[in-house]
Structures are given as C-alpha cells and as structure tokens.
C-alpha cells in the first residue's frame, strides 16, 4: 500500500558527490548534458507515441543511473537509448531497439527539429534533404554496434539500480489529490458560482494539465527533485503552483492532508518557478558530433563522447 | 534455599551457611555488573544518537548549497532548527475558531521510508551449498550468505538465449516480487550478480518445503483445521498481490513453500505481471494446466485477478484430497474434467460464454445431468460451508467467482474447527535441505508461443451413466481424446 507512495531516493553523499563531476566534467557541462538527455527521451517518446509515464520513468532511470555512473563511463546517447528501451519493458508498452535506434537518429540528422539551423547546409534545401534519407538512415553495422551498447548499457543500468527499477510517478497522485479536494467537478454538473470563475468545466481541465504539466518540466529541472522528493511531495506541488496560476482556492493548509511540510512544498515551488535549465535565450539545440557554441539566441550541445571532451578541454584551458 | 525443607542428610554447618553467603554475593556482584553494563549500552546509544544527529547536522551544514528540504528525516518529531529556521505560520485563529476546530497544533504527518539507490552486491557474497530445482526460468539452489551465515534461496535467472536484452518476463518476476510484500510471500532479499553480465541471481529466504512435494510424501492429508490455515494465508497473500495490481498467474502447490513453523510462501513469480483495469488482452499461456480457468481454457485474452482465485480452489481441493484436483492430460482434457465435476455451464450461470474463441469449435454435451456441481459427493467429508466456498472460488463465471479478498470472510473460516495455530503444525524433514528433489510428474506453466486452437468433443466421462464410454468413441481427425 505504501509503495506507491515511495520512491528510491538519493542519499546526500550521492548528490554531493556526482561521478559525471569527479571524472573531470564541470557541473554545468553535466546539467547540460542531462538536460539534452531529458529532451532526446521526450522527444522520442513523442515521435513513438508512448505515454508521458513510460517517458518520465525513462527519465527517473537515467537520473538515477548517473548518480552512481559518470557521463564518461557512460555516454549519453546509449545510456538514454538504454534507459527509453527499459522503460518501455518496464511500463508494458515494448518497442523493438530497432525503431529507437532509427527513432534517435532521426532526432539527431539536420532534418530533426532539434538540430541547430545555423548547422543546416543552405543548399540542401526542403526538396533534396527530404530525399535524402542518408541523413537518418542507420547502416546496418551502425545498427548492430549500437544496438549491442544499448543492451549492455541496459544490463549496467539494472545493476547500477539494484534491479530496483520501481518509479511511482506523482502524475496519478495528483489527479486524485485534485479529485479529493473537489475542485475536477464533472462536466456533467458545472457548479454554479455567482461570479462565474469556477464554473466553466473547461478551466478545471486546463487545472490538471497545467499540474502535469508542471510535473513533466519538473524531471528536465537542474535540481533533479525527482531523485530527492517522493512522488506525493511532487503532486502536491504541482497542484499548488497550477492552482494559484488559474486563481482556484483551496483549502488552508491543504498540502498537510498528504503528509508534506510547507517547508518541503515552498522549496518544491522554488524549483518549479526556477524553472528548466536555459540557455541564454532559452533555445537548445543537440547535435551528436559538433562544438559547444551560443549564437543566434540558442545553445547549441553535442552529445557525442569526442565532443563532450573537447569541451571538458576547453573548459579546463579557460 | 531457605525455604528448603530440611533433609535427613543435611548436616547444618557453619561452613554450608558461609558457602551460601558467599554465592549469594557472587550472584549480586553480577547482577550489579549487568545491570551497569545496560546502563553504559544505554548511556552509548544516546551518545551515538547524539553524535549522529550533529553529523546529520553537519553533513547539512555541508551540503548547505542544498536546500535544508532536501535533507531526509526520519524521525516523526519536527526538528527544532527547522521550526526555527521556518516559523510555520499559524493557523488563522479566526478560521479556526469559526470552525469550533481546536486542532491548532501541529498535524503530525507521515513519513515515507525512502530506499537507497545502490548497486547489486556480487553472487560471491553466497557460498553454494546444493541445488534444489531446475525449472524453465532458472537454476534454484540453497547457498549460504558468507557474512552473516544466513541459508539462502539463490534463483538464477536463465538469460543465455536471450536476444532482446534483459527479458521483460523477468524483469516483472523482479519488480512484483519486490512489491508483493506480505507474510505469505517469499521474501525477495536482494538481486546479485556475477562477472558477466548474463549472471543474474534472485536471493531469497531459504523455505524447507513446497507444499507439493510435502503433500505427496505425507502419510495422512492435512487436518480441516490445518487446511484452514494453510488457505487463509493463500487467501491473504492473494488479495494483497490483487490490491497493488499483481496478477501471479502460476499458483499451484508447487510454487506454495512452506516452513517448518507452520507458515507457507507464495513463490514464483515467473509469470506474475501488473495488470489494469480496464485490463487490456493478456496471453493465454498462464497458469499450469491443471490449476487454469475453464475461461482461460476457452481462449479468454482479457481475463483479471479470478484466474489466480481458479487456481485456489484447485490448491483447496487439492489440500483436503491429497492430490490435484483436476489433472488433464490435455487442454481439451483438461476442460472436459472441469465439466465433468462443475457442470457444463448454463447461459444463465455464465452468460456469453459460447462466445469465447475456443467455445465455439467444441461441442459439449447439454442435459439437466450435465449442469451442476457434484462436489457435494466428490467431498463427502466437507461441511456445508466448506462447499459453499469450495464452489464459490471454482465458480465457472469468472465474474461470479468469490474475489481474495471476500473469502477471507468465508463463514468456513469461523467454523468449528477452527483454523489452527501456526505454532502448532507439524514439522517434517526437508527435502530440498538434504537431498535433490524429485522430479515432480504435474505440466510444467505453459512456454511463450501461439496459443493453442482447441477443437474436439468434450467428454464427460464418468459423470453419469449417459456418458460412460466417451472415450471408447472414435473422435474425428486431428488428435483423440484419452479420458479416464
């Protein structure tokens, strides 16, 4: 009964102590690099069609994993295929590492909507690069190397975790909460309120995305409160910050009923309100192979093992 | 000593006083020594809860670019430096009040136990001691935790052929088993691994018997109070795994150990998966045939948790006979024998179940005789209640059949006899302790594959005098039907 209410959580020593760092990558090289990991899983996840849990659960694995394994042991691109192809097992929604693997390489060619424009080749325009399939088209021996480093890189995972791959979501928690607070009242009967403000069933809707969509910009946050806060702390939170953005009451010291401290949700609320990682203007482009760059208001970010230490270089010489 | 009534032998001496004297002294000196002893425990344990507390303190203090929420804790009682820190804002008195509410005070909330994120320790922390089963999903065999001595269960999980990676069906077997806690589930300790990365063992809590080798190698079946017991931990275990969504899929009294202090442990869960509701189309291929649902037999894709409820009314029956209730050489085989001892099913006893994929290619013979449960005769010896749960869990409509959770409060179980006390069953010689297990002569749970098409007659041998000799008949092409 309580393990839905649970999650495995990071001990201070390991927050404090991340192997990505102790192996010579600085802190914000890693938080960029785990943040353009939860974009790569988002991403695929939608191209696939998976539901936001099986996405989210691909995420908390991959967080986990890199607390006990560094992003140079480790490199991005198997270990969030790896991660993404455990969590669809793990959630009863299976795919085939063939289509993650086309999946991933379509989101890093210059067609994917992620790679930077400025990288794009000006004369390969619309017509020719969408004939040209060479650009996400994974050769064979490409295939079988990758698809043999995400299958160890899977076994690591499950070790590196203890095979304890269980990760309660607060997304359901926060759905029920809401319906215990009786403010997701039925379309069927709008209550009827003298100013009008609750009354329409469409803002109690927009109530739980904007929950869940808290929720879901919670797991690419720098602060990694996944790995730190249980499910129902999460929950809670986000309902507080949905709530005061469409102006719905609730009751005083609601947040209680589910066992959070105030404490505990005003950092939460922090966190949310701080928002994602951003780059200077909020753009983030992810290129496999390439330089670490700001221009045209965006960042640009390789994922590839060379570039990630060309940039540990740089870094170093600054 | 003094109260000792003076023996004839007794020579009262000086010498006898003053021995007593000074044992007595000898006892109070250690009394004293003991008790000092406590104290000093005491008095440590508060100084290393002290000191643990300022490490505590200190290692957030540490860590203070981490904000203090991030700090776990796990006592109940709120930190003063927290209070202090953050001066919770009251209650407004006037909201309070206005609700006659005098619960001012602190709510005290919960806190949840979080476990560590840490990797598998390595297989050679066991010292193999000998192996007790071989099944298809893996090597079981009794090892010894080095460290602490412990006697172990050690499962190896076969991933040799695998192609996909770590298999699904295990990574299920892992997960529910690390869910499903409860008393009468085995207890998962740890996953460990080995140097390659195909060595994957489960370590669980050493369980001297399963309950089928015990029940084959018993002199006398087990008594109704012990059957009661024995059914009402089935039955607990079961409505704990429904209630977290655990469907185990494979109950049978092989995979049901038990220890020799009257306890027994639902066991592989090989085949256990979550499920949902709606529930989405399953696989067919669950359950050993014996124990399977005549709607699983009948090609049900969506079926819910009263498969796993079929399967304790087979264990039940299976416990008052000594021996499977219904053992079926074949699927076809199999249902014709449900039939025979529950009755060919009614519209009305279980609507829209000729519309099951493998009901319409069979043909079942349809007469007042062949409707109804004949477990009245088949149990002479059970009491009314006993049937009446009996039947309710071997109910042929899934929908109708009793959930866990409600026969837990089967009025059999307030019955005279009651159930017996845990501590009060018989122990018996291990097997899988000493010696390899026999080879047990029961199907083994179905493998991955297509779902068998089951065509045929289904006889009811046996049942009535109508149908004796079915089996002699011939049987159109494809296979014959062996009944007896």
Redesign the interface.
């Known amino acids: 009964?309580?393990?839905i209410?649970?999650?495995?959580?990071?001990?201070?020593?390991?927050?404090?102590t991340s192997p990505s760092q102790q192996s010579g990558i600085p802190e914000s090289l890693e938080q960029k690099l785990h943040l353009v990991a939860c974009r790569l899983i988002q991403a695929a996840g939608i191209l696939m069609e998976l539901p936001q849990p099986t996405i989210a659960t691909a995420i908390v694995l991959l967080q986990?994993y890199y607390?006990?394994t560094s992003l140079t042991a480790s490199p991005l691109l198997q270990t969030t295929l790896a991660s993404l192809?455990?969590s669809t097992?793990?959630t009863?929604h299976?795919q085939k590492?063939r289509d993650l693997i086309n999946i991933f390489k379509y989101l890093l060619s210059p067609t994917s909507p992620l790679h930077p424009p400025h990288l794009r080749h000006k004369d390969d325009e619309t017509t020719e690069r969408k004939s040209n399939k060479s650009l996400y088209y994974v050769p064979e021996g490409d295939y079988t190397a990758l698809r043999s480093l995400?299958?160890?890189t899977?076994?690591?995972i499950?070790?590196?975790?203890?095979?304890?791959?269980?990760v309660n979501l607060p997304y359901t928690l926060a759905f029920n909460y809401l319906q215990s607070l009786g403010v997701l009242t039925s379309t069927s009967t709008p209550t009827k309120t003298p100013d009008g403000s609750l009354s329409n069933p469409l803002q109690h809707d927009k109530l739980v995305s904007t929950t869940f969509a808290y929720l879901t910009d919670l797991l690419s946050s720098p602060s990694q409160v996944y790995?730190?806060h249980?499910p129902?702390e999460l929950a809670v939170a986000g309902i507080y910050l949905a709530a005061r953005d469409h102006g719905v009451k609730l009751p005083?010291?609601w947040w209680?009923v589910w066992?959070?401290?105030?404490?505990?949700l005003?950092?939460l609320v922090?966190v949310m309100r701080g928002g994602t990682y951003t780059a200077a203007s909020g753009k983030v482009w992810i290129v496999e192979e390439g330089v670490f760059e700001e221009r045209d208001g965006g960042e640009v970010i390789a994922i590839g093992p060379d570039s990630v230490e060309r940039e540990m270089e740089r870094l170093r010489n600054l | 000593m003094s109260s000792k009534p003076k023996s004839r032998w007794e020579t009262e001496t000086a010498e006898d006083a003053a021995e007593a004297a000074r044992r007595k002294a000898e006892k109070d000196a250690k009394k004293a020594l003991k008790l000092e002893k406590v104290r000093k425990a005491e008095e440590e344990a508060a100084a290393r809860r002290r000191h643990e507390d300022e490490e505590r303190h200190a290692q957030s203090l540490a860590v203070s670019d981490e904000p203090p929420s991030k700090r776990r804790k796990v006592s109940a009682e709120p930190d003063d430096d927290d209070t202090a820190a953050f001066p919770r804002k009251k209650h407004a008195s006037s909201a309070a009040a206005a609700n006659g509410d005098k619960d001012t005070s602190e709510a005290r909330l919960i806190r949840f136990p979080a476990p560590e994120i840490k990797p598998c320790n390595s297989v050679d922390d066991y010292e193999p001691l000998n192996r007790i089963e071989e099944g298809s999903y893996g090597i079981v065999s009794r090892a010894r935790h080095i460290a602490s001595g412990e006697v172990v269960a050690l499962k190896k999980l076969k991933l040799e052929g695998e192609t996909d990676g770590f298999p699904i069906t295990s990574l299920r077997e892992i997960q529910t088993l690390m869910a499903a806690r409860h008393a009468n589930v085995v207890n998962l300790r740890e996953v460990v691994v080995g140097e390659q990365l195909n060595q994957v063992y489960i370590v669980m809590d050493f369980i001297e018997h399963d309950l089928k080798t015990l029940l084959d190698d018993m002199p006398e079946p087990f008594l109704q109070s012990e059957v009661k017991t024995l059914m009402l931990q089935l039955l607990s275990a079961t409505a704990t795994m429904h209630a977290n969504w655990i469907m185990h899929r494979d109950l049978k009294t092989s995979n049901l150990l038990m220890n020799n202090r009257g306890q027994i442990k639902v066991a592989d869960f090989g085949l256990a998966r979550y499920f949902g509701d709606p529930c989405l189309p399953l696989t067919q291929l669950v359950v050993t045939l014996w124990y399977r649902s005549p709607e699983l037999l009948l090609g049900a894709q969506k079926y819910g948790t009263a498969i796993d409820v079929w399967s304790i009314g087979c264990i039940f029956a299976e416990l008052i006979l000594k021996e499977p209730l219904f053992q079926g050489k074949s699927e076809i085989d199999q249902l014709s024998k449900i039939f025979e001892l529950m009755g060919v099913p009614t519209d009305e006893e279980w609507p829209g179940w000729r519309r099951l994929p493998n009901s319409k290619s069979l043909r079942f013979p349809r007469t007042k005789q062949t409707t109804g449960h004949l477990l009245r005769s088949k149990f002479p010896l059970l009491t009314t209640n006993g049937v009446s749960l009996l039947s309710s869990l071997l109910s042929l409509d899934p929908s109708k059949r009793i959930t866990a959770e409600e026969a837990l409060k089967h009025p059999y179980f307030r019955d005279d006899p009651k159930p017996k006390s845990e501590a009060m069953f018989p122990t018996f010689p291990s097997k899988a302790g000493q010696e390899k297990r026999r080879r047990l002569n029961s199907p083994s749970a179905p493998m991955r594959g297509d779902a068998p098409q089951l065509f045929g007659e289904v006889g009811l041998a046996g049942r009535s005098g109508l149908f004796a000799g079915l089996e002699e008949e011939e049987v159109g092409g494809g296979f014959s039907l062996k009944v007896h």
């Open positions: 009964m309580v393990s209410f649970t999650a495995p959580l990071a001990t201070p020593a390991q927050l404090s986990r607390l006990t192809y455990l097992k793990l009863e299976s590492p995400l299958l160890s899977e076994a690591k499950l070790r590196a975790l203890g095979f304890n791959t269980t790995l730190t249980h129902h005083e010291r209680e066992d959070v401290e105030r404490e505990t005003g950092f922090v």
